[in-house]
């Protein structure tokens, strides 16, 4: 299984200040034939389930918000929230899905300073 | 807009089996993976399994031996099936659409407790 694992476990940042979560793969999720990374990252309020916001490490899902973005490539990536929103608060994960079975880092959360 | 609704007992005795359905609307059900995960606090996300609309399924190892996944495209629905559960199968159980790359579409979750 490729393991992820995710840093910090939490982090509280000033509003409209930068927040930076990190996501390690045990392995590379870089795909050579298509150079396409199978990591996405989600964000999960309480009492919801996840939203994806990120796919292929870059990408993001329509209707999310430029302030959020992803960079990395191989083992290891980053999610940025540019300048945090109130909205922003949140526990977030990332996913691999290079090989099943598909795993989840342990998730970060995200609290206002 | 695709919405999915997960249903089923939220309480299971000990070693029996959970049953789960998790209708499809708004769209169709072909064309696409489906999965179910689950969320516990001891175990963060997990990933049970998936079925593709022909029948197609894969499982995570962890959970192979007491998984199965089936789906019936004429109700637009797939169901989970986990035999043996113990009080470490308590979770909120999701299921998702895995549109690939990533889970683009999730229902509400339902809580599921195994208890006696």
């Known amino acids: 299984d490729i393991e992820v694992t995710q840093s910090p476990d939490s982090l509280a940042v000033s509003l409209g200040e930068r927040a930076t979560i990190n996501c390690k793969s045990s392995q590379n999720v870089l795909y050579s034939s298509n150079s396409k990374n199978y990591l996405g990252w989600y964000q999960q309020k309480p009492g919801q389930p996840p939203r994806l916001l990120i796919y292929w490490a870059s990408t993001r899902e329509s209707g999310v918000p430029d302030r959020f973005s992803g960079s990395g490539s191989g083992t290891d990536f980053t999610l940025t929230i540019s300048s945090l929103q109130a909205e922003d608060v949140a526990v977030y994960y990332c996913?691999?899905?290079?090989?099943?079975?598909?795993?989840f880092g342990q998730g970060t959360k995200v609290e206002i300073k | 807009q695709v919405q999915l609704q997960e249903s089923g007992p939220g309480l299971v005795k000990p070693s029996e089996t959970l049953s789960l359905t998790c209708t499809v609307s708004g769209g169709s059900i072909n064309n696409y993976y489906w999965s179910w995960i689950r969320q516990s606090p001891g175990k963060g996300l997990e990933w049970i399994g998936y079925?593709?609309?022909?029948?197609?399924?894969n499982y995570n190892p962890s959970l192979k031996s007491r998984v199965t996944i089936s789906v019936d495209t004429s109700k637009n629905q797939f169901s989970l099936k986990l035999n043996s559960v113990t009080a470490a199968d308590t979770a909120v159980y999701y299921c998702a659409r895995h549109k690939p790359p990533g889970f683009d579409f999730w229902g509400q979750g339902i809580l599921v407790t195994v208890s006696s």
């Open positions: 079925i593709y609309y022909s029948g197609n399924t």
């Open positions: 996913q691999q899905y290079y090989s099943t079975p598909w795993t």
